[in-house]
């Protein structure tokens, strides 16, 4: 991909100075707008970037007028729907124990537990619990249930 933007910039006659990452341009443009830097003693940021089905993460550290990446790791195995999978087969044995109902025997109860938990993550982004309410999962059971984030 990368040699395939810098090939697409030569087309377009423009002259690529450097080509970075997501995350350390993220960590360039938040650098830019700090006015509090230290001069002597440096922060050092983590910035990570969690997509559907992958993961980025940078250490930056800061000073006054400069940043130093320190590291940048890349997983494409790791991302979002891992975590959704994880609170799917959470719900899915919690409610097995509770109400003797087996989501992955119901397609679409399966994919309404899905549904869920993707929303469960979005709140719990912001807070450190949400609840989960599913009405007539399957066999007119209703579920609920209570996530922290801890």
């Known amino acids: 991909q990368r040699r395939a933007l810098l090939d697409a910039a ?3 006659q423009l002259n690529v100075l450097r080509l970075m990452n997501e995350t350390t341009a993220n ?3 938040w650098g830019l707008v700090k006015t509090d830097l230290p001069e002597a003693e440096p922060w050092n940021v983590v910035f990570v970037d969690m ?8 250490v930056v550290s800061f000073v006054k007028g400069k940043l130093d990446v320190k590291a940048t790791v890349y997983d ?20 097995k124990a509770k109400h003797k ?4 025997t119901n397609p679409k109860a399966k994919l309404r537990t899905e549904v869920a938990s993707e929303k469960l993550k979005k709140v719990l ?10 009405e007539c999962l399957m066999n007119d059971v209703d579920v609920r249930s209570v996530v922290k984030r801890e």
């Open 51 to 58: 997509g559907h089905s992958s993961l980025q993460v940078s």
């Open 27 to 29: 960590a360039l443009g």
């Open 125 to 134: 982004s912001a807070n450190s619990e949400a609840p989960v309410s599913i």
């Open 10 to 12: 030569a087309i377009a």
């Open 101 to 104: 109902i087996d989501i992955f």
């Open 76 to 95: 494409r195995n790791l991302g979002g729907r891992n975590f959704d999978d994880v609170l799917v087969n959470h719900f899915a044995a919690e409610w």
